[in-house]
């Protein structure tokens, strides 16, 4: 079985200031892990994805996030927040390894709500 | 990345008629589709996963005869929401995996509107 906790629903911060998204998940394999970005009536775009290589991950839009095994954490960071990115952030996994098929379901987190404040 | 079309992006029908929502992946194929639901402000909920040249496989809950999912190439997949109601409006995304890769690619959503 596997779950994941995002454990803030909202998160708001100033612009410029640091952004910190926290996952935590729980899985019985070795999991692969993303974290999506959802804008308001659209569909979800993929941020970045840990796939058992590096533990630190870069993304798109200057995110990144660290694969904490001894924690099961996968938070998500950005040094500086800009207006765009608020929006609804979701960590996700998958239990299967990358290579091995496309037909194990996702886990989706609750979503965090990230506002932007000038 | 991998582009996932769907369409309409927004469409609007009256109560007991059907809707048909379309899911291609453009520049890959598609062994895997899944369709979801999500309510206002809150996660994506599974409803079906859908294999290329088989029957769908529906989450718990879901009733299979008034969403019914046809994924006949490794490019398209439809959801045919039949007798719509207006509990059926909702928010439905699709997503699909090329085969021996982990992540999914998302289609844009389709905003139902049943009047």
């Known amino acids: 079985a596997q779950s994941v906790t995002q454990l803030d629903s909202h998160v708001s911060v100033s612009e410029g200031t640091p952004v910190l998204l926290r996952c935590n998940y729980s899985s019985s394999y070795s999991p692969s892990l993303f974290w999506y970005v959802q804008h308001p009536n659209k569909g979800l775009q993929l941020l970045l994805k840990y796939t058992s290589a590096a533990t630190l991950v870069k993304g798109i839009n200057g995110f990144e996030a660290e694969f904490k095994k001894s924690e099961t954490s996968f938070h998500l960071t950005k040094p500086s927040a800009h207006m765009s990115d608020a929006a609804e952030y979701f960590c996700?996994?998958?239990?299967?390894?990358?290579?091995?098929?496309?037909?194990?379901?996702?886990?989706f987190g609750t979503g965090t709500q990230l506002k932007v404040e000038l | 990345g991998a582009v996932v079309s769907q369409h309409p992006s927004r469409v609007i029908c009256k109560s007991g008629t059907s809707v048909k929502i379309e899911c291609r992946s453009l520049?890959?194929?598609?062994?895997?589709m899944f369709w979801y639901r999500q309510f206002p402000k809150q996660s994506l909920m599974l409803m079906a996963t859908?294999?290329?040249?088989?029957?769908?496989?529906?989450e718990q809950g879901v009733e299979k005869d008034k969403f019914l999912i046809n994924h006949a190439s490794l490019t398209l997949s439809t959801l045919t929401v039949t007798s719509a109601h207006p509990e059926d409006s909702s928010f439905y995304i699709c997503s699909a995996r090329e085969q021996y890769q982990g992540e999914a690619f998302f289609g844009q959503g389709t905003r139902l509107t049943v009047v």
């Open positions: 859908s294999n290329e040249g088989s029957k769908a496989t529906y």
């Open positions: 520049d890959f194929q598609a062994t895997t």
């Open positions: 996700v996994v998958n239990p299967a390894r990358i290579l091995t098929g496309g037909g194990n379901k996702l886990t």
